[in-house]
């Protein structure tokens, strides 16, 4: 079976400073990896995918992620964190196959930015 | 497009009345999901259909949950009799294929008191 870590059910950062928010997967095939975003009162978001082109995938609003085969990892960060930034952060895994379209989430990061 | 469509968008009722969720996936996706998110849990998916074909219902609590898609185009999750244990936000989620991961909607907030 498939899993999601993400490490850090909180983060705080300073506004302007790097945001870095950690997401480990098992997967016995090469996954799908995704990283959404939800902001208060609102579904979830697509930031950005890897699915097996480049590793170093970049998302929406100066967020990218790293997929690292060898680290089972898929780290999602921005240089300088922007107030807006504030939100609860999910990665996902799938492996599709028999799996499908069923994605598996993590428990969710929630990033608080301080002026 | 407008998007996934869920509705009512709060609700509440109480203990022991039939609740029921509704959903429009995006036009032209084939696979639809419904969770449940809440602070305790966190996120957990429910059941999802392919093609209107429900393929995993393990994640349903019980059998007081029910979910159906009759077409390509809506479906619905019922909760009968509501608990106040059911007090969570759910969400409804489509897809076409896996590589452009899922759309959400807004979710549905329900209160059972």
């Known amino acids: 079976a498939q899993s999601v870590t993400q490490l850090g059910s909180h983060v705080s950062v300073s506004e302007g400073a790097l945001v870095l928010l950690r997401c480990n997967y098992s997967?016995?095939?090469?996954?799908?990896l995704f990283w959404y975003v939800q902001y208060p009162n609102q579904g979830l978001q697509l930031l950005l995918k890897?699915?097996?082109?480049?590793?170093l995938v970049k998302g929406i609003n100066g967020f990218e992620a790293e997929f690292k085969k060898s680290e089972t990892s898929f780290h999602l960060t921005k240089p300088s964190a922007h107030m807006s930034d504030a939100a609860e952060y999910f990665c996902a895994v799938s492996r599709g196959g028999a799996a499908g379209n069923k994605l598996t989430f993590g428990g969710g990061t929630r990033v608080l930015v301080k002026p | 497009d407008a998007g996934v469509i869920q509705s009512p968008r709060h609700e509440v009722t109480e203990m022991g009345q039939e609740v029921t969720l509704r959903c429009k996936p995006i036009s032209g996706h084939n696979s639809l999901f419904w969770y449940r998110q809440t602070m305790m849990r966190g996120l957990e998916l429910l059941i999802y259909f392919n093609n209107n074909v429900p393929i995993d219902d393990s994640g349903m609590p019980e059998d007081r949950f029910s979910a159906k898609m009759p077409n390509a185009s809506f479906s619905t999750l019922k909760i009968q009799p509501s608990e106040p244990r059911d007090s969570a936000v759910y969400f409804c989620?489509?897809?076409?294929?896996?590589?452009?991961?899922?759309?959400f909607g807004s979710g549905t907030r329900l209160t059972v008191v």
């Open positions: 997967s016995s095939v090469p996954p799908y």
């Open positions: 989620a489509s897809s076409f294929n896996l590589g452009d991961g899922y759309t």
């Open positions: 890897y699915t097996s082109a480049a590793t």
